[in-house]
Structures are given as C-alpha cells and as structure tokens.
C-alpha cells in the first residue's frame, strides 16, 4: 500500500475536523489580509498568493507531484495529523491552492476547491452531498453533459432525477419531495441564459432542508456571487471565463469549510485533482475577469439590440433585452451595472424553402471571423448550434425538455470590435 493510500485511508477513518485541509488557510501566506475590506479588483488581483523565499513577484508554478520531508519524524507527523501541509499533489499543491484562495475570496466563500474540470467539479457535487436513494432536483435548462451526467450515471447509482422551469418558482416548490437533497441550477442557463430566482430557491431550500447548487459558469463572480443570495455551494467550469482564452480544462466548487471538505475528500479520494499549470494559468486569469467581463457584457449588449431587431430572428434569449421576462430578476441578481453575461440564445425563422435547422446552419456557415466550435466564454466569438452539438446526445425529449429548438443558435460574444461580430453576423440572417 502506497504512502498516499495510507494516507486517504487514516483520514477517511478520522472524524472530519472543519480545517483539516489546512488550519491557516485563510492568512498562511496570504498576499493579502481578507480581513481588511478590500474591492473586488483588488482581491482578484493579489488574493491568495504563496510567495516563496525566492522573492518572486508573479505567482509561481509549482510542478511536483509529490513533496520532501525533512526527517522520518516529519514524514510520520504529515500522516498521523500532527502538521498539516503538502504530501501529494493529488491532495495539495501551492499553486492549485493559490487558485482556490483567490476564487473563493472573489465568491465570498470560506474555501474553494479545484477539479480538473468543470464536470470534475459536478461529478464531485454529485458523490459529495447525494447517496442512493435521495432526489436531485434540477433545473430543465443545464449545459448538455450535467444532464447527461445526471441522467445516465447518478440514476445508475439510485439517485432519483427530476427537472423542473427553471424560471417558474411554483414548479419548483411543487417538485420538492421528501427525499431532495440538492437542488442544482445555473443562472444564467445554457444554451437559453435563463435565470433562476436564487433568492427564493435559497428559502425553499433552508425551509426543506436542501443545498442549493449553482453554476456560476456564465455570470461568474465578476457579475453575480449566488453564495451571497443564499446559495450553499458554487460550482465553476474555469475553462470559460475564469480563463477567458481557451488554453486549459479546470473546474471549481466554492462554499463553506464543512461542504468544501467533504468535496476535497472526493477530489482527492477520486483524483479529480487540477492540475498545477492549469490552476496557474486560471489564477492569472482571474486577475482580468472583471475587466474582460464588462467588456463581454458591453458587446453582448449590442449584440442582442442587433439580432432582436432582424427580421430573420424570431426569437433572442438573453436577459439584458428590457423586454425579457427575466429582465428584472437578472437586474436585481447580478452586481454588475448593465451585465446580463455575455451568452445567448437566438432562433432563426425558417424562411426561402429551409427549414429552421437549415436556417440556422446557413447562418452558422456564413460567417467568416467567428469560431464555429462549441467552446464559450472565450475571448473569441464562438456560435454554436446546440441541437445537433452539445445537445445532440440527449432525446428528442430531453432536447425539446431544455427548449433547444432546431432553429436554435448558441453564441458567446467575445472580445472582438463589436461591429465585427455584427457584420459577420448580418451576413447568414440578411442572405435568408
Ligand atoms: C462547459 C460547462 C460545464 C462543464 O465544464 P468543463 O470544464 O467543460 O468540464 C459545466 N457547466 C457549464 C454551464 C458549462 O458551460
């Protein structure tokens, strides 16, 4: 039996102690003390650094996996709970810690912890708070694989699935049982960027006795932190926006000490671990995400004014626009001034002998600068056609269920000059 296995095994054993990750979290090292009240720019940019005896000022990469003690003594006293500190990089590693630091403090939550991507970060959500037996109750809007995931895999492992409109507070209300644990949403949703009223599921959820599970993916910190509108944990696909480039997969869960040890269990137990590049490259890229956030928002806003204002389009799915029924909600919900994300959805009308899948595929193939991929929350405008990509494994139930109509087109405004993106657009939807 290896060290680490022996390791996993003493501590499963063990009663859960609430700091058992590291007692000193919070100040060990910190650039910065959270104490002090300091602005959101300012956390993102200098919270959580572990700064070495070199001196450096950038954070450093650290790519080990394993660690050195520096006696018998100190190795036995790293294993028997005596000190805490990094044995494994499956476990803990400084830079994924830095990462962890740095998205907590900008998600108001007591810890972080990183997977190796977004779906590590469900799957770990999903073995951490529910058991067979219990209900995960779920919003009829997610990101194709959560379904999957939820469908095919936790219903595997007896744990009972239902969906509900994610915008209808009734339906949710109604659908709660005996046996719900969870209750998982993102707002805004994916592929319609629907927002759920987070306010009130959070009462629901305290009154029945349910964590209430967000996916922040699409708002990120920088417009909406659930953890302050009452939601217990915040789950991040970090390859979008925290990034915001493309370069690497990473996820996170964010809550309380209690709720992130029981995910830093599974994490370690399961090794879905982030990698220590990666949780680098995350860490510097949460020191622009505001910046590069209000400018998404600023161009997704142009963006919608233009598509809902063709005649081609019947339809744009996207909160920002006053005439959406969200409208208020996603206004009230989200701190940033004028930031309803930067994702929405749009519906060609079938028109000159096509079919709305062929509408929306000549739109698709008409652009010249976008990226036809089914990456989002990029520097680059990405457009994306759901029913045949990222929702083309679900059944024509579960695709009508999540309103992905074939006339659907995903589009994640980038960073580009907005009159580009609009042009590029204008060409498909004006040769209709
Ligand atoms: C991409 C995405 C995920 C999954 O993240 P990966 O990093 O691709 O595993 C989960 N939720 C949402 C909303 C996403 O957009």
Redesign the pocket.
């Known amino acids: 039996m290896s060290q680490s296995q022996i390791h996993d095994e003493k501590n499963l054993n063990e009663p859960k102690k609430a700091n058992q990750l590291d007692p000193n979290w919070r100040n060990d090292a910190l650039d910065l003390d959270l104490d002090l009240d300091y602005g959101m720019q300012t956390v993102a940019v200098r919270a959580g650094q572990h700064r070495t005896d070199e001196g450096e000022h950038s954070e450093a990469i650290f790519t080990t996996s394993s660690y050195v003690y520096t006696s018998a003594a100190d190795a036995a006293a790293h294993f028997n709970g005596e000190k805490t500190g990094n044995v494994y990089s499956r476990h803990t590693n400084p830079s994924v810690r830095t990462f962890e630091r740095r998205l907590a403090a900008l998600e108001n939550g007591e810890r972080a912890v990183a997977t190796a991507?977004?779906?590590?970060a469900?799957l770990t959500m999903c073995l951490a708070y529910l058991k067979a037996g219990d209900h995960l109750l779920a919003a009829n809007q997610?990101?194709g694989?959560?379904i999957g995931l939820f469908n095919n895999y936790m219903a595997k492992f007896g744990v009972e699935v239902s969906y509900v409109d994610c915008f209808d507070n009734e339906a949710w209300a109604n659908a709660v049982q005996p046996n719900t644990k969870v209750i998982y949403c993102?707002s805004p949703s994916?592929p319609l960027a629907q927002i759920c009223d987070l306010g009130y599921l959070s009462q629901l959820c305290k009154a029945n006795d349910i964590l209430l599970v967000v996916?922040n993916?699409?708002a990120t910190p920088a417009l909406q932190r659930p953890l302050d509108l009452g939601a217990d944990v915040v789950?991040h696909?970090?390859?979008?926006y925290l990034d915001g480039q493309g370069r690497v997969?990473?996820?996170a869960l964010v809550g309380n000490d209690k709720l992130m040890q029981e995910a830093f269990t599974v994490v370690r137990s399961g090794g879905i671990s982030m990698s220590p590049f990666n949780a680098w490259v995350f860490t510097k890229g949460l020191e622009t995400l505001k910046l590069r956030m209000q400018a998404h928002c600023n161009n997704a806003n142009q963006v919608a004014e233009f598509l809902a204002n063709h005649p081609n389009v019947s339809t744009v799915h996207f909160s920002g626009l006053s005439d959406h029924p969200a409208h208020e909600l996603a206004t009230r919900q989200h701190h940033m001034k004028d930031g309803y994300g930067a994702i929405m959805g749009f519906e060609v009308k079938s028109s000159g002998g096509l079919d709305s899948k062929s509408a929306a595929w000549h739109v698709i193939d008409s652009t010249q600068m976008v990226s036809i991929t089914n990456n989002?929350?990029d520097a680059k405008t990405t457009i994306t056609h759901p029913a045949t990509t990222t929702h083309f494994r679900l059944t024509p139930e579960a695709r009508a269920e999540a309103g992905v109509e074939d006339g659907l087109i995903r589009l994640s405004v980038g960073l580009e000059d907005v009159e580009d993106i609009i042009k590029d657009l204008a060409r498909g939807l004006d040769s209709l």
């Open positions: 991507s977004g779906m590590g469900i997610l990101f694989s959560s993102e994916n996916d993916c699409f789950i696909s970090a390859t979008k997969l990473g996820g989002l929350g």
